[in-house]
């Protein structure tokens, strides 16, 4: 299934609408290469949580304009948070 389905079915479960719920593509040790192909799938989230990755490469993916609502920076606890 899509990641987006998956999304929906846990939205259905869990009793929450599916727009608030987001998908976070964690981009670290990613190339950008790869980062690219993400966001020209349209995926528009990404998740960095090494600040001097996340200045290297977001110009290389991200027009200028779009930045801050492209990448977020992610604490520990977000980043372990869908774990348990």
């Not at 869990?14 to 799938?41: F, H, L, N, W």
């Not at 290389?60 to 801050?68: G, L, S």
Request: charged share 20%; aromatic share 6%.
């Amino acid at each position: 299934a899509s990641v987006m389905s998956r999304v929906q079915q846990v939205a259905t479960r869990s009793g929450r609408a599916q727009e608030s719920m987001r998908v976070v593509a964690v981009s670290k040790t990613k190339p950008v290469g790869v980062i690219c192909g993400v966001y020209d799938a349209d995926h528009r989230c990404f998740g960095e949580n090494y600040v001097q990755e996340l200045i290297g490469k977001a110009p290389q993916v991200v027009p200028p304009a779009e930045r801050h609502e492209i990448f977020i920076p992610l604490s520990l606890h977000e980043r372990t948070a869908g774990w348990n």
